[in-house]
């Protein structure tokens, strides 16, 4: 049972490059989200999924974007990558709410 | 005024020594409050979770939420060198699209 799993690890893009940061999860949850953790700002909320099909912005989504075809994947794709978007991202899971387990981040530097 | 406001930290003490973290919010409809704690390099991992007012003990850690005041707590009983960490709060409401609202977190190092 690994819980949630992201890669990659880290990954250095160039301005303007693309990339898709991996989710999955083998606890069946129907609750999935996307954070991003800036130095001495808490996690922001990118994207969030109810359940499979079923996909909504959260609270920084500009430059992002997500799809959630099953219940295990949910994928977050950065178009045009710029500096401002370089952070660690979580990913994260619940089967309700209130109680969210997340993976261990991938660190993304864009140069 | 911030939603959830948390002590920016960050805070030393000596091994054995009480830790109290704290947050205030401004959001009358919060009901759910948890505490996370994150290592260096790690993801957050849920310590505690309290539904509406009251105390919850586990172990060495006791959740307090006082929401006439708006005010939550973790104290740490008898801090160990493996408490340090970054620790959050978290909150939410009891809406159907209801998300985590999470404060700065606060950096803890325990010193042996």
């Known amino acids: 049972n690994a819980g949630v799993t992201q890669t990659p690890k ?13 989710c999955t999860q083998d606890m069946n ?16 909320l990118i994207y969030y999924s109810v359940g499979a099909g ?24 950065l178009e045009l990558a710029a500096p401002s978007q370089t952070s660690v991202y979580f990913c994260a899971t ?6 969210q387990y997340f993976g261990p981040g991938t660190r993304l530097l864009v140069l | 005024q911030k939603e959830v406001e948390q002590d920016p930290g960050p805070l030393s003490v000596p091994e054995g ?4 973290l704290n947050c205030t919010y401004s959001n009358s409809a919060f009901q759910y409050f948890m505490w996370y704690r994150q290592y260096s ?3 957050p991992e849920l310590l505690m979770y ?28 008898d801090s160990q060198p493996s408490d340090s960490a970054t620790y959050l709060c978290a909150m939410s409401d009891t809406g159907a699209n209801s998300k985590l609202t999470f404060g700065k977190g606060i950096t803890l190092s325990v010193r042996p």
């Open chain 1, 10 to 22: 880290f990954r250095i893009l160039k301005i303007g490059q693309s990339m898709t940061l991996q």
């Open chain 1, 29 to 44: 949850h129907n609750y999935m989200y996307w954070y991003r953790q800036d130095p001495g700002m808490g996690l922001k």
């Open chain 1, 54 to 77: 079923i996909t909504d912005k959260g609270e920084v989504p500009n430059g992002y974007n997500v799809s959630r075809s099953t219940t295990e994947d949910f994928p977050l794709r």
């Open chain 1, 94 to 99: 619940g089967g309700d709410q209130e109680t």
């Open chain 2, 17 to 20: 020594a009480i830790v109290s």
């Open chain 2, 41 to 43: 390099r790690k993801g």
């Open chain 2, 50 to 77: 309290t539904y509406s007012s009251g105390n919850k003990e586990d172990g060495r850690f006791t959740a307090q939420v006082d929401k006439s005041s708006k005010y939550i707590s973790l104290f740490i009983r």
